[in-house]
């Protein structure tokens, strides 16, 4: 995009690049998670890192520093292998730790408590490692651009795609690697996925017949998609998580992100506030990732809900203060409660959605935010047309506040949990102790 800018490409052209990505992701994510339950998701990772090197590869030869139909192809391609990218490596982080972990090389335990203690344990391992997943990926999302920036201004538009095509290849290795982790912990005893209650049933007998009958035919690949919808709104806290998200994106979210430039523009700031801010949020969430990895216990939706809260405050802090400082403050604070309720949610997902079903639902998690997103930024449009800025900037952080706080109302959504209080939190047995 640098070189393309540099080259006299219109604005609306580059535009159109970014929106072919995200059409394409937004537009298969939902069967991509279908398929990720019914093959290996590190082959699909891997499948896709390998083919985004091939495509970089590509343009780094075939390109001219223009925007043409060869960058818009690879744009969309992008976007395809990102559909699968990411759910697979939320699929797959869990899945590597119940190969390597000592709780699960040590087998079922007797009776509830060890039981319910060995869950917490694994909850507090997967909640950590998609803490350091997305920490990692925050992390590099700010790397990311300002190195290939620096790179393409110094060397090049195809020296920027090779870069590019080094780190998919770097990223196919790793996970790779991390796949081969998971096979031998399931060849050393300590299975590294739990069985799939589907593909583990005996074969069924037809009716009037004396021998079991054929299986079932896999349903089409529209039938499984719908099935991580389904499966999140029929969990009463997961539905009213991903409800609370589609209000914020739509309603706070994205008419936000379309006044704030605006709003700092008309107060006499200059464009270089607007980036360093949005700095700001994205170092509160490399931090957030880090946080959001410690939450646990029987409140863990709760605390994850109260520092969504502090996203509120961010969205409002620009009507309530031109502070530099105060800006700072705040951005970094959102920042860290949008990540760490995001890891803190996906640690509930993983732990009461059945485990064959785990990549259409972290899908259909993703598609929810996503789609909702371009919505949200369409009605901020249409609303400047009838409010000022900080109107609609006062009633994001005002909405933000508000349904958080009601969704907090549900006692399994505090507990971002399905089960039982008394159940997710067994009474410690003290044993009797003569004095």
Request: glycine share 12%; net charge neutral.
């Amino acid at each position: 995009m640098v070189a393309a800018a540099k080259a006299g490409t219109p604005a609306e052209t580059i535009g159109a690049v970014f929106a072919a990505r995200f059409v394409a992701l937004g537009g298969v994510v939902l069967f991509s998670g279908a398929l990720l339950d019914r093959f290996d998701p590190v082959r699909a990772a891997v499948v896709a890192d390998s083919t985004r090197v091939v495509a970089l590869a590509v343009l780094a030869i075939a390109w001219d520093g223009r925007l043409d139909a060869v960058v818009v192809a690879v744009a969309v391609l992008v976007g395809l292998c990102e559909a699968v990218s990411e759910p697979a490596l939320l699929v797959i982080a869990p899945r590597v730790l119940d190969g390597r972990s000592p709780t699960a090389a040590a087998g079922p335990t007797a009776g509830p408590a060890p039981a319910e203690d060995a869950k917490d344990a694994e909850d507090a391992e997967v909640t950590a490692a998609y803490g350091l997943l997305e920490g990692l990926r925050n992390v590099s999302g700010m790397v990311g651009p300002t190195l290939a920036a620096a790179v393409v201004a110094g060397l090049g538009s195809s020296a920027g795609a090779v870069l590019a095509a080094v780190t998919f290849g770097l990223s196919a290795v790793a996970t790779r690697w991390a796949g081969a982790h998971l096979v031998a912990g399931s060849r050393s005893g300590a299975p590294a996925q739990k069985p799939d209650p589907a593909r583990a049933e005996p074969e069924t007998s037809r009716p009037g017949s004396d021998g079991p009958g054929e299986p079932e035919p896999e349903p089409s690949l529209l039938h499984s998609a719908l099935q991580g919808l389904i499966v999140l709104w029929r969990i009463p806290w997961l539905r009213s998580v991903q409800l609370l998200a589609v209000i914020h994106v739509v309603f706070a979210v994205g008419p936000w992100m379309v006044a704030l430039p605006v709003f700092l523009v008309e107060g006499g700031h200059s464009a270089t506030l607007y980036g360093f801010v949005l700095g700001a949020f994205a170092i509160g969430n490399a931090v957030g990732a880090l946080v959001g990895g410690r939450i646990g216990g029987p409140r863990r939706g709760l605390y994850a809900l109260a520092l969504l809260a502090l996203y509120g405050l961010t969205v409002l802090a620009p009507v309530a203060s031109g502070s530099l400082v105060l800006l700072t403050v705040a951005f970094v604070a959102g920042g860290i409660g949008q990540q760490a309720f995001d890891v803190a949610k996906m640690t509930g997902l993983r732990r009461d959605v059945p485990e064959e079903l785990h990549g259409r639902a972290f899908s259909a998690d993703f598609f929810f935010s996503f789609a909702s997103l371009p919505l949200g930024q369409l009605l901020g449009a249409a609303l400047l047309r009838f409010a000022d800025p900080r109107t609609i900037m006062l009633w994001g952080g005002a909405l933000v506040l508000v349904s958080t706080a009601a969704v907090t109302l549900r006692p399994d959504v505090r507990r971002f949990s399905s089960a039982p209080a008394a159940a997710s939190v067994p009474a410690a047995q003290t044993p009797l102790v003569e004095r």
